[in-house]
């Protein structure tokens, strides 16, 4: 188990390591420390290097739009009783120096779940998230004039991972047999954090919001490859991509082979848009 553990750390900080290579290579070239290797290695390098940032089969970039493309986006039903939001959004280090919220990329997950909260004043509210950023959530939905009585918290410093938080979560939801409850968050997020929650016994639809890719049958304006290659090395996506999309399926395959789930993705019943 160890031993998988370690793999999984590798594959997912490739990219640091890729950069340590080329820090070192450079390093020993500069004080004229050279070996047989050095060449070839660095070559290789490059060549993962370009990969990670490009829009090529099971690089980052690649593995986030299939992720996003699992679970279909949906209409909010009509007979909604809450909406679960998770969080992440925020930089938790920069908002708890600044003293206010300080947001990161996958800030959109929020604003689009408040945008239903709002536009559906009769459902309950529930937020997933650490202690500040719940607090934090609470005065931006007040802000906006959601009231209070609609929102529960869970709001533990020691819940750190999204499985703690979804357990905890998913009490506050009560039957979601009899009551239809929304679940909210990034699309590339929405199969580990469905797949979670339905481990816990929590039926929630999803809806999917907040996505970081383009090259989906959706798209308004579909891109051709050569263009999607294009825009991939023009932003620095590419290196955030591979550690997240990694992670994911890391997250997917330890729920998977830990027998919290029975199958690799989870299972949903929701019409398509």
């Known amino acids: 188990m160890i031993f998988v553990k ?27 420390k050279t070996c047989s290797m050095q060449k070839p290695v660095m070559s290789a390098a490059a060549i993962l290097l370009i990969f990670m940032m490009g829009d090529f089969p099971f690089s980052g ?68 998230g650490s202690k500040l950023e719940s607090d934090e959530f609470l005065n931006l939905a007040l802000s906006l004039g959601i009231s209070q009585k609609r929102i529960k918290v869970v709001s533990n410093e020691k819940l750190s991972s999204l499985e703690a938080v979804a357990e905890e979560a998913s009490k506050l939801t009560g039957n979601t047999k009899h009551n239809k409850w929304l679940l909210i968050t990034s699309a590339y997020l929405m199969p580990r954090t469905l797949n979670i929650f339905q481990s816990h016994n929590c039926e929630l639809t999803p809806f999917p919001v907040d996505f970081h890719t383009i090259g989906h049958a959706s798209d308004k304006k579909p891109a051709n490859y050569l263009t999607r ?15 997240i999309a990694w992670r994911e399926i890391a997250g997917l395959c330890n729920l998977r082979l830990s027998g919290q789930t029975k199958t690799l993705f989870p299972k949903i019943d929701a019409p398509k848009v």
Not at 229 to 243: E, H, K, P, T
């Open 229 to 243: 290659l294009v825009m991939s090395f023009q932003d620095r996506l590419g290196f955030i991509a591979w550690n």
């Open 6 to 32: 370690v793999l999984w750390s590798l594959l997912i900080n490739l990219d640091l390591i890729v950069i340590a290579v080329f820090v070192f290579g450079t390093l020993r070239k500069w004080c004229n």
């Open 61 to 128: 970039r690649y593995i986030l739009r299939h992720l996003e493309e699992k679970i279909p986006v949906t209409q909010v039903p009509q007979n909604v009783h809450g909406i679960v939001i998770t969080g992440g959004s925020l930089c938790l280090f920069e908002t708890e120096v600044s003293g206010s919220a300080v947001y990161h990329k996958t800030a959109g997950r929020l604003f689009e779940a408040l945008k239903v909260a709002h536009s559906h004043p009769h459902t309950e509210i529930v937020f997933a």
